[in-house]
């Protein structure tokens, strides 16, 4: 069964940097693309960034390559979200997901985490 755990949200500064994290187990975790994705009241969820199996290939969805930065660590089945010169508009509930199989890299609709929240407010 798959379990994503999120952590490292909160209450950030606008212009300051968070470091979210999900740890991944029930499931081949090195085998699967891996995402981040967010959520925001009366939005649709949009996905932020996504990474290949080994780590080595990633995308960002919307621009957002330069203040955004993910990755993994497959000996740890942990997954990374880096955000830098945070803005109001980024407050949201960020989750992790998984591809749909091992074998593709689309979005699982359903495999998800249950979030953590960051707000960024002075």
């Known amino acids: 069964q798959v379990q994503l755990v999120e952590s490292g949200g909160g209450l950030v500064q606008p212009g300051g940097s968070v470091r979210l994290s999900c740890e991944a187990s029930?499931?081949?975790?090195?085998?699967?693309?891996m995402y981040w994705v967010r959520q925001q009241p009366g939005k649709e969820e949009e996905w932020i960034a996504r990474?290949?199996?080994?780590?080595?290939?990633?995308a960002y969805s919307n621009g957002r390559k330069g203040r955004f930065g993910i990755s993994r660590d497959n000996y740890r089945n942990m997954l990374y979200l880096e955000i830098d010169r945070m803005r109001p508009d980024d407050t949201a509930l960020y989750l992790c997901?998984?591809?749909?199989?091992?074998?593709?890299?689309?979005?699982?609709?359903?495999?998800r985490g249950q979030g953590t929240q960051v707000t960024v407010s002075s």
């Open positions: 997901a998984t591809s749909t199989s091992s074998t593709g890299s689309n979005l699982s609709p359903s495999n």
């Open positions: 029930g499931f081949d975790f090195s085998s699967y693309w």
């Open positions: 990474i290949s199996p080994g780590g080595g290939v990633t």
